[in-house]
């Protein structure tokens, strides 16, 4: 074994012997200068440690990338502690923030993200959704009803359909189809735990529904959603990204009489996530030092479900609708364990720092209560229903998780935890749009949504769509 190995064992070898024992931070967690960088270190010189013996020494081109690497950030915060008399060989050089903004960059919180962006794609489908079954309270009580012999005179909403039979509407026009898309952006905010990143996403949703009689509806949407996510380049985070694809078949149904009506939105999706980070450490002069910059990518999967339940009631007065519900909403989602690529791995070194991440389960559980209140205004063209929304959300699933990873070449397979944030309890919905009823049974509309109240986050879209019935 090369002198610098030894040495790195020799030194690491009588730290082991002093903090095996001791709850506090290792010498390298202290270095941290938040939680997530403190967990990181412990777990880096953990791995070094168990490198340590004749038996354990690394055995192939990665183990010793790995073993460099934690080797080289143990030395460094050895000697920013006052522990050795001189620096070693391994020593990076650097100062303690420099060091500290290392261990974020080999750890793997960016995972964390994964979760958050496929509950929003889910969410966003089912918004859409529930945005066309309220098109159907109007058509299946008439409110929704054209005046083909409007000649600009006065607006006699009664004489349109307001509380009046809906029965050759529904008799004619049992069938409808729609189409729309959205386009949204967000913002995440830097945390201690989680780092910041931007967002930008399309959703695209087609569907079909019929009108089994004046009470009920039900039907069948398909939506893919594709999200891009930059993560914001700082000193601790070189740079990011994340592509996720989402499917999502969505089975849908309304239940209305008189004024109350019932809701329900079953969703099940897949996904697809292709990640990669940047690693920059400044190499140590040591005999395999390997490549100091490096990408890790990675590819994983997963499926989730969602129900949504929906009451609600509609006051008619006049030409509005004010339409006050609840909803609860369950969410149910596994993302398939998964392993980076190391691109530094090459048949003579490199590929130590790649991170194998064990299977996650997220859940999640909200309750909505808000209210719409609509318009309806007869025009030459057709009917205009312009509205406002807002609704109040609250995560009833709000503790923080933590995912759980190892190195790929660890081999002692020591087990790493990233405590994500925790979830906003309360936060807000804000939305507006209008849509348009013509004369041959298309509607289109465009509305837009913003959420508001998160504490580390943003984010709003807009959608546009047509419908057409037959």
Not at 358 to 367: F, G, H, M, R
Request: charged share 20%.
């Amino acid at each position: 074994m090369e002198t610098s190995v030894k040495l790195g064992i020799v030194i690491a070898s009588s730290l082991f012997t002093t903090v095996a024992t001791s709850q506090e931070n290792l010498p390298l967690g202290s270095i941290g200068q938040t939680d997530l960088q403190q967990r990181m270190g412990n777990a880096v010189q953990t791995v070094c440690m168990g490198f340590l013996g004749s038996s354990r020494a690394p055995t192939s081109p990665q183990q010793l990338d790995l073993f460099s690497r934690c080797g080289e950030m143990v030395h460094t915060a050895n000697r920013i502690l006052g522990s050795v008399n001189a620096p070693t060989s391994k020593d990076l050089g650097v100062n303690k923030a420099t060091l500290a903004s290392y261990l974020q960059q080999v750890a793997g919180e960016e995972a964390a993200a994964q979760s958050n962006v496929v509950t929003e794609a889910m969410m966003g489908q089912s918004v859409v959704v529930a945005d066309r079954l309220s098109s159907f309270m109007n058509t299946m009580s008439g409110i929704a009803r054209v005046n083909h012999n409007y000649t600009g005179g006065s607006q006699d909403f009664n004489a349109l359909g307001i509380g009046a039979s809906s029965d050759a509407l529904i008799q004619n026009q049992r069938w409808g189809v729609f189409g729309s898309l959205k386009s949204g952006m967000g913002d995440k905010d830097t945390t201690d735990r989680e780092d910041g990143f931007e967002l930008d996403d399309y959703q695209v949703l087609v569907g079909v529904d019929y009108i089994f009689n004046d009470h009920f509806v039900g039907g069948i949407a398909y939506g893919y959603r594709d999200v891009d996510a930059d993560y914001d380049v700082s000193q601790r985070v070189p740079g990011a990204q994340m592509d996720v694809s989402t499917d999502t078949f969505t089975l849908y149904s309304l239940y209305q009489r008189d004024e109350f009506y019932f809701s329900t939105v079953l969703d099940i999706g897949s996904s697809e996530f292709d990640s990669s980070r940047n690693v920059q450490i400044i190499s140590s002069v040591t005999d395999n030092s390997g490549a100091p910059d490096r990408i890790l990518r990675s590819s994983t999967e997963s499926t989730q479900y969602a129900l949504s339940l929906e009451a609600g009631y509609q006051l008619v007065n006049d030409n509005r609708i004010i339409s006050p519900y609840f909803k609860v909403r369950y969410l149910d989602m596994e993302i398939d364990e998964f392993a980076e690529q190391d691109s530094s791995e090459t048949s003579t070194g490199g590929g130590g720092l790649a991170l194998a991440y064990q299977e996650q389960n997220v859940e999640s559980l909200k309750t909505a209560l808000g209210g719409q209140i609509s318009w309806t205004l007869n025009r030459d063209f057709g009917v205009l229903t312009p509205y406002l929304m807002a609704e109040w959300l609250y995560e009833h699933e709000d503790e923080s998780r933590a995912i759980t990873a190892q190195y790929v070449y660890d081999p002692q397979n020591n087990l790493i935890e990233f405590i994500t944030d925790e979830p906003d309890s309360n936060y807000f919905n804000l939305g507006a749009g209008v849509s348009v009823v013509f004369p041959n049974g298309i509607q289109a509309f465009v509305d837009a949504n913003t959420t508001v109240g998160l504490e580390d986050f943003t984010y709003t879209n807009f959608t546009a769509g047509v419908r057409m019935a037959f």
